[in-house]
Each structure stands twice: as C-alpha cells, then as structure tokens.
C-alpha cells in the first residue's frame, strides 16, 4: 500500500544551503533512491544526485541517510516508519558539489599513490599460480565497489580535515595490505603503508567494515594484519636485527 512520506533533503553546495522539507509518495518495495528519483520527477528537477546501477554494484549512490552512511538504492523504505521524517544528506567528509552530490577525487588521488602489482619480472603469463587461500583472501578485497561509504566514515579524516594529506583511508589501506599479503608480489609495502598511506592513524574503530555494503572485514582481514607486518618489521627485535643485518 502507498504512502506519503516526509523526507528532508540537503539543498545547496560547499558554500551555503539546508535541509528541505517534502512530502513524497512511496510505493511498497521501493527503496530511497526510488523516492529521490520521485522528487525529482515531480517537484524537485535540479536536485542533484549520482546514481548508476540501483543495484548495489556501481557505488555511485553512497550518501547519509538519518545520519547513517548508506547506498540509496539499498535502503529499503520498509526499514523506516511511515510517519518517521527520512532525512537525506550528502557524504560528510568530501566537499558537496551540488545537493547530494559530493566531489569524491581525495579517493582517486589515494589510490593513484598505491604502488601498482609488482610480480617477479622473470614470471611469464601462464605461470602466475596461486593457493586457493590466497585467491580467496585476494577476492574478498576485490568486492569493492569504491563506494567510499568507509572512506566517508572512519573518524581519522570524517573529524579532521588536517588528516586527509597523511591519510590514506580504510579503503586504500586495504588495497595496500591486498598486495602486501599476495604472494606474487614483490614489493615490500611495510615502510609506505606506515609512512606514506597513515596506517598508524588507524586505531581500529572498525566504523568502516560496519558500514561497508559487501561486508568486507577491512579491519580484521586487511588493517589488523597490516599492521602486525609492519610491528614485525619495525618493532620485533629478531626482525629488526635481521634487517640491520641484512643491510650490511
Ligand atoms: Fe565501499 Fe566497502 Fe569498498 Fe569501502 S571497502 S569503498 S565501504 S565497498
Ligand atoms: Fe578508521 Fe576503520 Fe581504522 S574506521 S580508524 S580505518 S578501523
Ligand atoms: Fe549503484 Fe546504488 S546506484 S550502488
């Protein structure tokens, strides 16, 4: 059965705007971003909003929904009351480019700065072999769907604007540890991890694998790991005197 619903929507930019107030119809079965599409159709035709596959695999549609980091096309209205007021805001920690479209490139500069795979240079195709374990591990990562719904959250950069230059993110962080642990890839990423992507800003909060949509375990099966190889390095004595060793 239908209803009307009362959603409060940011309107405006970096600069100035504020939360409107309208009363939207829903229909059984929909979800958010169909009630956005709504009031775009029907009242509101400049309301900005990013959005590709209304399925959960493009990304695009992350947002803040009664405070709460989500994909629009994910939330179902049957989770919401039908007197409760919906209210809808972009993601807080990029800048806003118009209403609930934010200017997410801080995300593609991280990845940019992610030392690329880096087999032996010796490894011809047809010989990249691997354990099953590893692939496994590999894929979970690989589920991403660059929502940046845990870059938006994880408190290092959400509080601290001052942070982003020395922070990496969950995400990215994640991809550094995916090469770290895959086993034909030759790059030490220890020292970059610490030094170059913030990992010692991480302390394991895990917000982010609380808001991921793939239900990846970023904190337990990339962050927590990636930090105990760079303790190992770093603070093992064995290792460390290893490595001084190993220098000379
Ligand atoms: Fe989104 Fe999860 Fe990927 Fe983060 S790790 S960008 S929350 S899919
Ligand atoms: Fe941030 Fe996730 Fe670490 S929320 S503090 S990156 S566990
Ligand atoms: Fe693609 Fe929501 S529209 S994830």
């Given at each position: 059965m239908g209803y009307k619903a009362q959603f409060r929507v940011w309107r405006g930019d970096d600069e100035s705007g504020e939360l409107r107030d309208y009363v939207i119809e829903v229909n059984e079965g929909e979800v958010v971003l169909d009630i956005i599409h709504r009031l775009q159709a029907t009242q509101a035709p400049d309301l900005a909003?990013?959005?590709n596959c209304k399925a959960g695999k493009c990304g695009s549609c992350s947002a803040e929904i009664n405070g709460k980091p989500r994909l629009m096309c994910m939330t179902r209205m049957s989770t919401f009351t039908e007197d409760e007021v919906i209210t809808v805001t972009p993601?807080?920690?990029?800048?806003?480019v118009r209403d609930l479209v934010t200017d997410v490139s801080f995300n593609y500069t991280k990845a940019r700065e992610v030392q690329s795979f880096?087999?032996?240079?010796?490894l011809k195709p047809g010989e990249y072999r691997m354990q099953q374990v590893d692939v496994e591990r590999s894929q979970e990562f690989?589920?991403?769907?660059?929502?940046?719904?845990?870059?938006?959250?994880?408190h290092v950069v959400r509080d601290h604007e001052e942070n982003k230059e020395a922070f990496s993110g969950p995400r990215f962080l994640m991809r550094v540890a995916e090469l770290e642990m895959h086993p034909l890839d030759t790059a030490d990423r220890r020292d970059a991890a610490q030094d170059e992507h913030g990992l010692g800003y991480c302390n394991i909060t895990k917000c982010c694998t609380e808001v991921c949509p793939e239900h990846i375990k970023i904190t337990d099966n990339a962050l927590i790991p990636m930090k105990e190889r760079v303790a190992g390095k770093r603070y093992d004595p064995v290792v460390w005197l290893g490595n001084?060793?190993?220098r000379r």
């Open positions: 909003v990013r959005w993601m807080r920690t990029f800048p806003v880096t087999p032996p240079p010796d690989r589920k991403c769907i660059e929502c940046f719904l845990c870059q938006n959250t994880c001084k060793l190993f």
